[in-house]
């Protein structure tokens, strides 16, 4: 009984959002539901954004006084074969400042990579039918002095038709403590730092990292508050399991990681390499490839709900691309995070620079395994 007590006090004092069960018996005063959405304010049936061209941005909220968003739902048209989710940018804006502290490509912000569209669902964000194009978020987002949210079309193409809806809560003022949301993606080909992709022990001893050097950077984020996910995009060239790298998180300026993982999938909280889906509220593989060993792409994801990562001064999150950054890699990330305030999180890669390296088929491994036997004297009965 005393901690049932303990339970609905702590959610009473957080004032945000009924975390379970227990939470929904709370009476909240003076917190009004409010929604804004595409609907058709003539009361006909166009409830959608319509002809958002090229290079063009929308607002799609932007709202005064203080209150929580706590629930997003998008969907666009055409399909993503002619509409890039990697190419529509959402960004998001806190208590009045002029930058923004979300900024992502939208299919990736909310579990869709590579512009592909696969079911996605996890407790925060979720990726539902037709085909993962429905786009949802239950992130609570606060704000103290306003909230602005806008899209802005990179795709080279036209955006016609444009649907979502923001629920959000407007209170007089927010709880003490309540941290701002912040989200940011990053896209990087890492190549291997040795001339040799030495994984697995192939070629020899393989070389040691303490440092985290070279590492891909998962979030680099200045100030005070907690690490809460990351949706994780891989793509490897080749078929050897690249997941032997470790995470390696910095705490409020670490020279040498004090949180060091053990390989990829079991940051991941899987083991022994993805190649099943699997769909966990807190973690999983949302698409995983159905090539040669880990050949081709991979989502791998994981929110800190009940264990977020905390920092007074600064978090840096890393991840090796293979062991000691042995593996050439094409990684793509949306890290997920709350600070005291609204800060500024960095800008991310342009267009060109987020287009995924192309697929790796069955056709480039003949070519490759031609050039093998032209090396080795064309000898007909060449096998392995």
């Not at 339970?7 to 709370?26: E, K, N, P, V, Y």
């Not at 609907?39 to 049936?45: C, H, L």
């Not at 070629?203 to 440092?211: A, V």
């Not at 990351?230 to 990681?257: A, C, H, K």
Request: glycine share 8%; aromatic share 14%; net charge negative.
């Amino acid at each position: 009984m005393k901690h049932f007590v303990f339970l609905l006090l702590m959610i009473s004092f957080t004032g945000l959002q009924a975390q379970d069960l227990a939470g929904l018996t709370l009476i909240k005063e003076h917190v009004t539901t409010k929604r804004i959405s595409s609907y058709d304010k003539a009361g006909g049936p166009n409830d959608n954004l319509q002809h958002i061209e090229n290079g063009g941005k929308r607002t799609l909220v932007d709202i005064k006084g203080a209150g929580i968003i706590n629930h997003i739902w998008i969907t666009m048209w055409p399909a993503p074969d002619k509409l890039s989710r990697n190419d529509v940018i959402i960004r998001m804006y806190w208590d009045g400042k002029p930058y923004p502290s979300v900024i992502s490509p939208i299919g990736p912000f909310f579990g869709q990579g590579w512009n592909e569209s696969y079911p996605f669902t996890s407790l925060p964000l979720a990726a539902a039918p037709m085909d993962g194009t429905s786009l949802v978020s239950y992130f609570a987002m606060p704000f103290s002095n306003g909230a602005r949210i806008e899209i802005e079309n990179q795709s080279g193409t036209e955006i016609q038709p444009f649907y979502f809806c923001v629920d959000y809560v407007e209170m007089p003022k927010l709880p003490a403590n309540t941290g701002r949301f912040h989200a940011w993606y990053n896209k990087q080909l890492m190549g291997s730092q040795d001339s040799i992709e030495n994984e697995h022990w192939i070629f020899g001893p393989e070389g040691q990292n303490t440092d985290g050097r070279n590492n891909y950077v998962i979030a680099d984020i200045k100030g005070e508050g907690h690490f809460v996910g990351v949706n994780y995009y891989v793509q490897s060239p080749t078929p050897l399991w690249y997941g032997e790298g470790d995470d390696m998180i910095f705490i409020d300026g670490e020279t040498i990681p004090s949180l060091n993982g053990t390989g990829t999938e079991d940051y991941f909280n899987t083991a022994w390499g993805p190649k099943v889906l699997y769909m966990h509220p807190y973690f999983g593989y949302a698409r995983v490839n159905n090539d040669i060993g880990t050949l081709g792409r991979t989502h791998l994801y994981r929110f800190h709900i009940t264990d977020p990562i905390y920092f007074n001064k600064s978090l840096k999150f890393t991840i090796e691309h293979g062991h000691n950054n042995e593996m050439t890699l094409d990684l793509a990330s949306v890290a997920y995070w709350y600070t005291k305030e609204a800060l500024p999180v960095p800008d991310i890669p342009d267009a060109k620079a987020r287009k995924p390296m192309p697929a790796i088929n069955s056709y480039d491994i003949h070519r490759w395994r031609n050039e093998w036997r032209k090396n080795r004297g064309k000898d007909p009965k060449l096998w392995n």
